[in-house]
Structure formats: C-alpha cells, structure tokens
C-alpha cells in the first residue's frame, strides 16, 4: 500500500506535470474512471479523489480505463504502431476475447504483440485484455450488479470460467518451482455477497469481499511478500472457514477459531489484535481503540491500520465507528457494515438470552 506521505508527493508532482516522475506511478481519477501518467495535461483532480498506483496494471485491474489525453500505455516518448493499433482495439471493445485469428485479421503476429507488450508494460498484450475484461467485471459487480451478470457481460459462459478467470487475474503464479510456496485461493459464496479466501496449508492470509476495490492489489502484494504461487483450490483453512462463515451467517457462531496469518507491521498487528477483543455485539470508536493500546495519539494510524485488515469479519474492523456514532467508512461497503454490527446484535442478544 501506498503511504499517505507518498500519496501527496505524488499528487504534487501530478498538479505539477513534473515528467521526471513519469513511470513512478499512475493516477486513478475516481470521478472520472479513467487513469493517467503524471504528466497528464487534464485539468487535475481533488486529492480525495485520486487513487495511485505503481503499475498500469493496477489501475487497469481497479476498474480504470486508460485516458485519452496522455495515454498512459504509451510510452512517453514514443510507441510502436502494433502496440498503439491493438490498445486502441481493446478500448474500441474492452470486453472481447482475444484469439489468434483476431491478431490474423489486424495483420499483426500474436508472438510481436506479446513481446512488445511485456518490454513497455511487463505484461503480454493478452495479459493486458485481460485484465482490461475482469476490470469491467470487478466495475459490474462493484455497482450492484449481480455476480452472474457480470460473467456474462464479460464474455464468460460458465460461473466456473469466470471464477477460474477471476483467480488467475487475482494471482495465478508462474511455475511453482520459482516459489518457496504454495497459496490456495477459493471462492466463498455468503449472504453478503462473494467473498475470496486465500491460505496455506495450516493459516488463513487473506479473506475479502470480491467487490472491494483495490483486492486485485492486495492480492498482488500477498504473493509477492510471501514470494507464493497463488492458484485456485483448497486447503483445511478454506474448508474451516467456509464451514465458519455458513455458521456465523446463520447465527449460530460468535467466534471463529480457523486458524489466521496476520500480516502487517507490529503497530498494525497491536490494532488487529486489539480489534479480535472487541466483543461481538458491541463496538468500539478509533478513540477507544488508539487509548486500549496505550497508543491515545494514534487515531489517524488506528484508522488507516483499520483499512488495511486483510482478513474481514475474522478481524471485526466493522465493530469500529465514529467517537458520534457514524459508522464512517469500510472496504465492504457502509451497507454491509451496517448488516454486520445489526447481525451481530442479534447474536449476542440470543446468546445472553440462552445463558
């Protein structure tokens, strides 16, 4: 994740047009949905609504579409044509699946569109389309859309291929001999909404709602701290938590005991674990929380350490809400973080009533 310091050095150099930071980062304009290099001659955005990334891939996989003006997938200086030609290919149908007749047709050789792909961007140009279709995907279901709509307006015809689709975009690895490790990823159905799973064979890394914007990313930061394959399938983690979250839906579970791998700095990991004692049914501000860990001046780090839990509803970061009583913000959506502390309530009410 990107610092907050780095995040307005950034966005300086962005409302100066500074080039020597051309290639450092990529700006994403939430208001607008498109992404551009530093340089961007737009009229440039408010910082809230700027959202930076180090790679075009990123931002691609965040739902941002390349922007017209500085065309960030072009080289600053200059670009091949086949690599300009099938760009603006994608853009003209984003949605399309690319096979080896559609580069016959545009009279380009499949293996030159990979190879200059990889060397401007690092990756290959289908790696790109890709990504471009899942973006899409990731923008349908962030809207509202239902998961299975957005397969179909993504050219997928079966769940299973949008899934799989969807797990390799998420991080699907090179040859596993180039890794120390293995991590399984697996698609969770919940009353909520899809949520992804992703573990070894004994803890559970990561778990989040498939609509929250940015997990392409924090995926991508998974695999490369723990220097992992991640590839679909499962493990005794997945299994127990999807058994746990069936339970906790239905109310008849108040904590979960599948196994986690908290990874973050020791501060963050103060906050998580102070988060775990937060009794199900209640809630507590950042306030409270900043002053439980001896830490009062912390609020701000508390927030931001909130926003960066990995492992949702295990770790209840929807317990926290404003020193007034607003819930604030949440990376599943104010909706679900309503339903959670109201689910929650009712639990807890239930269980005191049995005791």
Not at 270 to 277: A, G, M, P
Request: with cysteine; proline share 5%; aromatic share 8%.
């Amino acid at each position: 994740m990107i610092s907050h310091k780095l995040q307005t050095e950034y966005y300086k150099a962005l409302v100066e047009k500074r080039a020597d930071y051309e290639g450092v980062f990529f700006v994403g304009v939430k208001t607008t949905g498109v992404f551009c290099r530093p340089s961007c001659p737009a009229r440039k955005p408010k910082f809230e609504n700027c959202e930076f990334f180090e790679t075009a891939e990123q931002a691609l996989l965040s739902s941002y579409r390349p922007c017209k003006r500085c065309k960030p997938l072009s080289h600053p200086n200059s670009v091949s044509e086949v690599v300009k030609m099938l760009v603006e290919a994608v853009e003209e149908n984003p949605e399309k699946r690319w096979k080896d007749k559609d580069f016959q047709q545009l009279s380009v050789d499949a293996s030159t569109a990979r190879r200059q792909f990889k060397k401007r961007f690092g990756m290959t140009f289908v790696e790109y389309a890709r990504a471009r279709r899942m973006g899409l995907a990731m923008k349908e279901i962030r809207s509202g859309a239902k998961v299975i709509d957005a397969q179909h307006v993504t050219g997928y015809e079966s769940a299973s291929g949008f899934r799989d689709a969807f797990s390799k975009i998420m991080g699907s690895a090179p040859a596993c001999s180039e890794h120390n490790t293995v991590l399984k990823t697996a698609w969770i159905d919940t009353r909520l909404g899809p949520m992804i799973g992703i573990s070894d064979e004994k803890e559970l890394h990561l778990l989040e709602f498939v609509d929250r914007r940015g997990l392409e990313r924090e995926v991508e930061r998974l695999r490369h701290k723990t220097k992992s394959a991640i590839i679909p399938g499962t493990s005794e983690p997945l299994r127990s938590i999807e058994k746990e979250l069936d339970a906790y839906f239905n109310g008849n579970l108040s904590a979960f005991t599948t196994p986690i791998h908290m990874s973050g700095s020791p501060f963050q990991r103060k906050v998580w674990s102070e988060l775990k004692r937060i009794p199900i049914g209640e809630t507590r501000s950042y306030t409270e929380v900043a002053q439980n860990i001896d830490q009062p001046d912390a609020v701000r780090a508390v927030a931001r350490a909130n926003g960066c839990n990995q492992l949702a509803i295990i770790i209840p970061c929807h317990r926290v809400i404003r020193a007034n009583g607003d819930l604030a913000g949440y990376a599943g959506g104010l909706n679900r973080k309503k339903w959670l502390i109201e689910h929650e309530r009712k639990v807890a009410d239930k269980k005191g009533q049995l005791g």
